[in-house]
């Protein structure tokens, strides 16, 4: 690992986010790093357009009839805000169950701490406004397609996520006994592996590159989905969304949580991986756009889309700013 990104108070350095970046082509070729591309992590939700790959390839998503905003929300991790929460609501409709089969827990929505929002105390929330209800959504449809038991949908072991993981192992290119295999925060199973194949995953997605015949129509279509309607896999005041508006048509992003970040790159066929080590996005965000900055990606004339994460301003409780988060690394060339 090296230091990605520090804070600074005043003239002094106060705090430093170490972790690692890689940079590959669809062949596994590691182009660009910094810290150890071999960094071993979770993939949490930048794994979900990959988790969406099985909806699709089974039939689900044109049997059921979802829009397309509603399979960019299968690939999401939103806000909860109204129009997440009816897009997710729809493709329960259309499926034909209801919130109640959604096991991937409640909390407040992502839009209350976005926005500085304090829940109220009598207030009540839904599956709906989870993060991940709409990647749930998906894996319910893609269970209901393969004739198993809905409620069974996120055991590890069972025919549903047994084979979301065939897919996962073929896209990150990773040999299942390999993959480590824990649980995730909306407790779908999770994958563990290097930062590289998570970086191989997504240039293979954006090229389209696969050795199964039709998924280089389902990556099509996962991509389409994403940069058509970028909200549902994100939301307002959010990273992946301010970055896709800055890049439109030509990436594709997806955070994960504990501070894990991945981009396909259409135009050059890369696939980039980013971790911070503890897990602060504070340094996760500036040192993506730093990545993207140093490799050329990202133009000085669309950085007023991410203003919020180049280096963003650390504010005190009287709102006075005390410092800033800074990256500070430079890319290596392998």
């Known amino acids: 690992m090296e230091a990605l990104a520090h804070t600074t108070r005043g003239d002094g350095i106060e705090s430093v986010h170490y972790g690692s970046i890689v940079v590959t082509d669809n062949k596994g070729n590691v182009l660009y790093y910094v810290g150890d591309p071999e960094m071993f992590t979770f993939t949490r939700s930048s794994a979900k357009p990959i988790q969406a790959v099985p909806v699709y390839e089974s039939g689900a998503v044109d049997h059921f009839g979802f829009t397309v905003s509603g399979q960019a929300i299968l690939c999401g991790s939103h806000n909860g805000s109204e129009r997440h929460v009816a897009q997710a609501k729809e493709n329960l409709d259309k499926i034909g169950l209801d919130e109640s089969y959604l096991k991937c827990g409640i909390h407040p929505p992502s839009e209350y701490r976005i926005r500085n929002i304090l829940p109220r105390r009598e207030e009540t929330f839904s599956p709906l406004q989870h993060n991940c209800s709409g990647k749930h959504s998906g894996q319910l449809a893609l269970a209901l397609q393969m004739n198993c038991d809905p409620a069974r949908y996120l055991e590890f072991d069972y025919d549903v996520q047994q084979r979301v993981f065939e897919t996962v192992c073929q896209i990150y290119e990773m040999k299942p006994g390999d993959v480590k295999i824990g649980t995730d925060g909306c407790s779908l199973p999770n994958f ?16 389209g590159k696969t050795s199964i015949a039709g998924h280089e129509k389902v990556f099509e279509r996962i991509v389409t989905a994403i940069q058509t309607d970028p909200f549902m896999v994100s939301g307002d005041g959010r990273f992946d969304l301010a970055l896709m508006q800055a890049l439109p048509n030509e990436i594709i992003c997806k955070v994960g949580g504990e501070a894990v970040e991945c981009v396909g790159i259409a135009e050059k066929g890369w696939g980039l991986a980013a971790k911070v080590s503890d897990g602060n996005v504070r340094g996760l965000y500036p040192a993506v756009v730093e990545a993207l900055r140093q490799l050329e990606i990202l133009p000085e004339d669309r950085l007023s889309f991410v203003e919020d994460f180049v280096m963003p301003k650390l504010r005190n409780y009287r709102d006075i700013h005390y410092g800033d988060v800074v990256p500070c690394f430079k890319l290596k060339k392998a």
């Open 192 to 207: 563990g592996m290097p930062l590289r194949n998570m970086a191989i995953a997504f240039a293979n997605i954006i090229t």
